[in-house]
């Protein structure tokens, strides 16, 4: 009679843990899908790729690449940028089943130049003395809107930084592709235009007979060095890391595969977090 009792308790201890177990299973599986919904309507702030900053491959795993192509930035009018003045802005990427993005706009001291105003389908918080414009629905989406409030003084040269993310929209967070893009936006009336680019360090060209891409490039600081060469639809061609490099010029020379069809592409040189772009011919 003893022994009946025994394995009772034991069947009643083993289905009690059996039962906690699944629930903090169903509860984890919970959670975790609370997190991608949440990350779906609001990204987390600090994921454009600023100086500082990380950007979304720190919750996707997929590889980063240029936006230039694939991302457009555009300012209503492209007027000059005036001290207080409110500009309507868009950003737009083309097709994909579940796009996303997040911008911040800086000054040349790395600090928040500027407002945000939310507009159709975006959100704007803060965080870290930075102010974020975000995607608030990502599900087909192709085109957000929003506002900047230029700063009250006149800060130079500002710089907008942003991060787009084109997800499989798979359920989970791999296989994405993450874009990451800039666009520098002088204060200087006399230009006339309201993007104006920075000198670029980067040079670069094919030589189709040897099947080489020549590259120059000039750091003013030691960083990180990732040389990408996509297509203009994003896909990536080659990538080389060239890990942490010491200020100085640089000439580098990439062998192309011999099937690399005739057309544009982009020679992306990312320099910690931030690109610069040359757009080569191929020929042969």
Not at 70 to 94: D, K, R, S, V, W
């Amino acid at each position: 009679m003893k022994k009946i009792y025994l394995f009772a308790a034991m069947g009643l201890t083993i289905a009690f843990y059996s039962f906690l177990s699944k629930t903090n299973s169903i509860q984890k599986y919970h959670v975790d899908g609370f997190e991608l919904v949440q990350s779906s309507a609001n990204p987390p702030a600090g994921r454009t790729g600023a100086p500082g900053e990380s950007n979304c491959t720190s919750c996707h795993s997929g590889s980063t690449m240029s936006a230039e192509g694939l991302a457009f930035l555009n300012f209503e009018g492209e007027p000059n940028y005036i001290p207080g003045q409110t500009y309507n802005a868009t950003i737009t990427t083309p097709e994909g089943p579940k796009n996303g993005f997040e911008l911040t706009i800086l000054n040349e001291d790395d600090e928040k130049a500027g407002e945000f105003i939310a507009g159709e389908n975006t959100s704007v918080t803060a965080f870290g003395g930075r102010e974020y414009v975000r995607h608030s629905a990502s599900l087909g989406m192709e085109t957000w809107s929003f506002q900047w409030v230029a700063p009250e003084i006149d800060m130079g040269t500002v710089t907008a930084y942003f991060a787009i993310n084109k997800a499989n929209n798979n359920g989970a967070s791999s296989g994405d592709e993450i874009f990451l893009g800039s666009k520098d936006i002088s204060a200087d009336a006399e230009a006339s235009v309201f993007e104006r680019d920075k000198p670029s360090p980067l040079s670069a060209y094919i030589n189709e007979e040897a099947n080489i891409v020549h590259v120059n490039y000039v750091l003013s600081s030691a960083d990180k060095i990732v040389l990408n060469i996509q297509d203009m639809t994003g896909r990536l061609i080659l990538q080389k890391d060239y890990g942490k490099e010491l200020e100085g010029s640089y000439n580098k020379e990439v062998s192309l595969s011999h099937d690399l069809v005739n057309g544009t592409y982009i020679i992306a040189l990312f320099v910690g977090n931030r690109v610069y772009n040359k757009k080569v011919v191929y020929r042969k």
